[in-house]
């Protein structure tokens, strides 16, 4: 029988009914406390929340680089999951962060991320995230993601 | 800063303030102008939990923070270095494991500065994640003057 995690459209849908736990599955997405917020196809967006214990300089309290790591990292991540025709496990290949002027303390980080091209092995991401549009972007992202081959099953917690 | 606290005793003040060291549970083995860094294992470090394996934003975030760490005990700056940019290879998959890494500046310029630094879990020439990263240095930068 066919998996219907094989169907782009279906599961997206699948991914879309399922945004609000995509990123409690996985421990430290949810210790960081970002939601992904939508999904189209080849395109996803979150928003990473401030959070006092993601602060990563004392003066300036501005949220620590690594954590929009973590996010952008994610997001292409699902990007791919949105993308791919059949149902694959994706893994970083490497991720480059570009940082454009420091996030602002106490506001809400939005991102974004997209697939933008795909080969037998590898699909290639971009991301941004800002506080108001892409005009103005905190950090941009680049990465390189190798498609796993397939696997059996699909348990709970595996990631898109 | 005090005149009378050693480098590494000013960064293991610095470290202890930051909150995203405490969530992440990483420390610096300092020994004079050199360090370590230590994660030790803990379950909300997981990135994917049917395969236990560690996520690439903990392991993104520990080694910026090290290259950060190591950058400080060399360079002569009063603040921490902000990131210009990063670019973090992922080599293996991290185990549910202790991690740690090692941070070598590769150029220390006056406003600029180059790291490299790389993870590894139980065998040191494995290394699990390696980063590339530029750093800003606040004014005076350059070569930190001794004695």
């Known amino acids: 029988m066919a998996n219907p995690m094989n169907d782009l459209d279906a599961r997206i849908e699948f991914m879309r009914e399922n945004m609000a736990n995509m990123m409690k599955v996985t421990p430290w997405a949810n210790e960081m406390g970002f939601e992904v917020t939508r999904i189209e196809k080849g395109h996803v967006w979150g928003v990473q929340p401030f959070r006092e214990h993601l602060i990563g300089d004392p003066e300036t309290r501005v949220i620590h680089g690594g954590v929009i790591t973590t996010l952008l990292d994610n997001l292409c991540g699902a990007a791919c999951g949105a993308t791919l025709k059949e149902f694959r496990f994706v893994a970083t290949l490497d991720l480059r962060i570009d940082y454009m002027r420091p996030a602002e303390s106490g506001r809400d980080i939005l991102a974004e991320a997209e697939c933008y091209h795909v080969t037998k092995s590898v699909a290639f991401c971009r991301a941004w995230a800002y506080h108001e549009s892409r005009d103005k972007v905190i950090a941009t992202a680049q990465g390189a993601f190798a498609i796993n081959k397939p696997r059996t099953g699909f348990k709970k917690g595996d990631q898109m | ?147």
């Open chain 2, 1 to 147: 800063m005090s005149e009378t606290l050693s480098r590494g005793e000013q960064l293991e003040g610095f470290l202890a303030q930051v909150p995203i060291v405490k969530t992440l549970g990483m420390h610096c083995d300092i020994k004079g102008d050199d360090m370590v860094g230590v994660l030790p294992f803990q379950n909300k470090l997981i990135g994917n939990f049917t395969i236990k394996a560690l996520h690439g934003g903990a392991m993104g975030t520990f080694l910026e923070m090290t290259a950060m760490a190591q950058l400080f005990l060399v360079a002569d700056v009063e603040r921490p270095p902000r990131t210009i940019n990063i670019t973090v290879d992922y080599l293996r998959q991290g185990r549910a494991q202790d991690l740690y890494a090692r941070a070598t500046v590769i150029k220390l310029g006056r406003r600029m500065a180059s790291v490299r630094a790389e993870a590894w879990q139980s065998e040191r020439d494995k290394p699990v994640a390696a980063l590339l990263g530029h750093f800003l240095l606040g004014d005076g930068g350059g070569p930190r003057q001794t004695g």
